[in-house]
């Protein structure tokens, strides 16, 4: 088994992780006050009382918590979001997690058991858009 795999282009997924921005880890039993703001992928793993913007995702793990808003191109949470999320392309709510506030977004999932209390829009967020109530 590879642990660099190319895309058809030729680039190694490290040149890819590069190329967007990075991963940042907010470990488990890790607590972050204050926004947090990165280029590529943030992984929240443990608490984030803040806001979270990514430029890339924000992946939420089962038993994570944010207190504040998420925006990012794409979510994928599995966790515990008590604010709004606004993600320009894709939310996925996995079956562990608990959204307390709004959603904007183009596309939705929501897995079975997953729970969103909140407004849903569907549409494309805009940068200069009306700012979201949290619930």
Known sequence: ????????????????????????????????????????????????????????????????????????????????VEGAIRATERVEIQATAIVQGDIITQRIVIAEGGQVNGGLQMKKPSANGPELVKA
């Open 1 to 80: 088994m590879a642990l660099l795999r190319e895309d058809p282009k030729g680039n190694s997924r490290a040149d890819l992780r590069r190329a967007d921005g990075g991963l940042s880890i907010i470990a488990s039993g890790a607590v972050i006050t204050g926004d947090l703001q990165a280029e590529g992928t943030v992984k929240v793993e443990g608490e984030v009382h803040g806001n979270v913007h990514a430029g890339q995702q924000v992946l939420l793990a089962r038993g994570s918590r944010v207190r504040g808003d998420v925006q990012s191109r794409e979510a994928v949470i599995g966790g515990v």
